[in-house]
C-alpha cells in the first residue's frame, strides 16, 4: 500500500491550500485516514481525522480554519486549510489504516511521503 501526497507550497498567511491523498495497492477497505504535521526537532502532531463512517476530528489549532474530507470510492483523504498562519508551516504527513487484501481483518497504519507547507508572513 502507498499514500502519495500533494498540494503543499509557499502560501501569505491569511491564505489557502487544499492537500490530498490517495491510497493505493492492495486496499480491501481503509478505517481511518488523516494528516499529522511536523516541524525540525519537534513530535509529529495530529492535525485531523476521518473515520470510515464520516466521523472527523480536528486539532483545537485549527478547528473553524482546517476541514478534513474524504472520497472512499478513491481512497483519498483532503484536508482543506484556510486563514493559514505562519505557525501552520510543517510538513504534513497522511497516514491510513487500511486493510489489505491479505489482512482484511486487522488494520496497519500507513504513511505518506509528507508535502511541506511554508506560510510567510
Known amino acids: 500500500v502507498q499514500l502519495q501526497a500533494s498540494g503543499g507550497g509557499l502560501v501569505q498567511a491569511g491564505g489557502s491550500l487544499r492537500l490530498s491523498c490517495t491510497a493505493s495497492g492492495s486496499i480491501f477497505s481503509i478505517n481511518a485516514m488523516g494528516w499529522y504535521r511536523q516541524v525540525p526537532g519537534k513530535q509529529r502532531k495530529l492535525v485531523a481525522v476521518s473515520t470510515s463512517d464520516g466521523a472527523t476530528e480536528h486539532a483545537d489549532s485549527v478547528k473553524g480554519r482546517f476541514t478534513v474530507t474524504r472520497d472512499n470510492a478513491k481512497y483519498t483523504v483532503y484536508l482543506q486549510m484556510t486563514a493559514l498562519k505562519p505557525e501552520d508551516t510543517a510538513v504534513y504527513y497522511c497516514?491510513?489504516?487500511?486493510?489489505?487484501?491479505?489482512?482484511?481483518?486487522?488494520?496497519?497504519?500507513?504513511w505518506g511521503q509528507g508535502t511541506l507547507v511554508t506560510v510567510s508572513s
Open positions: 497516514t491510513a489504516k487500511v486493510l489489505t487484501t491479505d489482512r482484511p481483518l486487522w488494520d496497519d497504519d500507513y
